[in-house]
């Protein structure tokens, strides 16, 4: 097995906080320090990061990982539970470090606030033994998916739709990757993240906890991974099934070498220009206002929008490119500003558009700062 590094017995400290793990005698001490020895990376602190975070460090993973970009937003607090009020604006990575230490003392920390990019993935990922994904979007999944193939990693995947979510791992003693289920990448309006779409808040505290486990198995050598098996739950009936598949040879071989760096390339973030919500509310009441491009879909432009503004979903950006000024300043949001940077670098890359800004914090921020500002009058 992996995991074998430097800390060769357990403290008495230790034996009595995992008195319940020694009980058991497919763990015992021996598999305690496994668990102790054991370097796991878990990208994404969000809905799936939280539960897996609390358990693995609840169960005396040695090291964690965390690598998250994104800030805690007060929508997050629906279903991140790491997270409460007073952590809004903070980095999530920080966040989720801090009280990581807090459940568990004896667990050591490395936090990155980034997001894992084709430059720097192999960097990260190649200190660690098992990779665990609790991002939300398809070219993330992706590159981990071919760094791990890289790396020979093992990747314990999970993921999210409305009441539905899936656990599966990957590239586990040589069995099937990411790619060997998921040839080619969903579009946008094919498979939508929550910002889009919604999530029961419970759903990812189920699908974390199953993605922990599934990552102490492999640290443990104990059970049956969900190894060439997907295992996916219906929250609203609670029935499951698991959907077999195998290892396809021209699938597993796609590595960060050979796979096309157009897999990665809503990736956003570089090369993005940004704008916060005031600076926009005071372009707004100027004589020169930009121009207002909402990129979400219609459900979500009737709830609530920016006055004036002009809908175009990022699955149809592309047909709608004509509607777009190229010589006046424009604005693009979203519920966040994550399909919105992806909306923004597809326009720049694409149609060579020089004039847009990404709202900073998308809707949210907007609806959060009139909020403050009724509070402060």
């Not at 219609?298 to 004036?308: F, I, K, S």
Request: with cysteine; aromatic share 6%; hydrophobic share 40%.
């Amino acid at each position: 097995m992996y995991f074998l590094h430097s800390c060769p017995v357990l403290t008495s400290e230790e034996r009595n906080r995992y008195r319940r793990h020694l009980q058991l005698p497919e763990i015992g001490e021996a598999g305690q320090l496994l668990l102790k020895n054991a370097r796991v990376l878990v990208v994404g602190a969000g809905g799936l990061g939280c539960p897996v975070l609390q358990y693995l460090a609840a169960a005396g993973v040695g090291t964690l990982g965390i690598v998250d970009a994104d800030k805690v937003e007060l929508s997050n607090l629906q279903r991140q539970i790491l997270y409460g009020p007073r952590d809004i604006g903070q980095f999530k990575a920080e966040v989720a470090g801090r009280v990581v230490r807090q459940l568990n003392p004896l667990v050591h920390t490395e936090v990155q606030m980034c997001r894992v990019t084709l430059g720097n993935v192999r960097e990260i990922v190649t200190k660690y033994d098992i990779v665990v994904d609790g991002s939300d979007n398809f070219p993330t999944r992706y590159l981990l998916n071919d760094a791990c193939v890289s790396l020979n990693k093992p990747l314990v995947s999970g993921a999210i739709y409305k009441y539905e979510g899936q656990v599966s791992v990957f590239n586990y003693q040589g069995g099937p990757t990411y790619r060997c289920l998921f040839p080619k990448q969903p579009s946008g309006k094919e498979a939508p993240n929550c910002d889009a779409t919604g999530v029961l808040g419970v759903l990812p505290g189920l699908i974390g906890t199953a993605q922990a486990a599934e990552a102490l198995k492999v640290v443990l050598g104990i059970g049956e991974v969900l190894n060439g098996r997907l295992w996916v739950l219906d929250v609203l009936t609670f029935q499951t099934r698991i959907m077999k598949f195998s290892r396809r040879p021209e699938s597993a071989a796609v590595n960060l070498q050979t796979a096309d760096p157009a897999d990665y390339a809503d990736l956003c973030g570089a090369g993005v220009n940004a704008i916060s919500a005031t600076e926009l509310q005071q372009q707004l009441e100027s004589e020169h206002a930009p121009f207002l491009l909402d990129v979400r879909e219609p459900e979500e432009y009737v709830v609530r929008h920016l006055p004036g503004a002009t809908l175009l979903p990022l699955g149809s950006l592309e047909k709608g490119v004509s509607s777009i000024p190229r010589h006046h300043p424009v604005v693009v949001y979203c519920q966040s500003g994550r399909r919105s940077a992806q909306a923004i670098e597809r326009l720049q890359t694409n149609f060579g558009f020089a004039n847009l800004l990404n709202l900073d914090g998308g809707i949210q921020a907007w609806a959060e700062l009139e909020v403050n500002e009724r509070v402060s009058e």
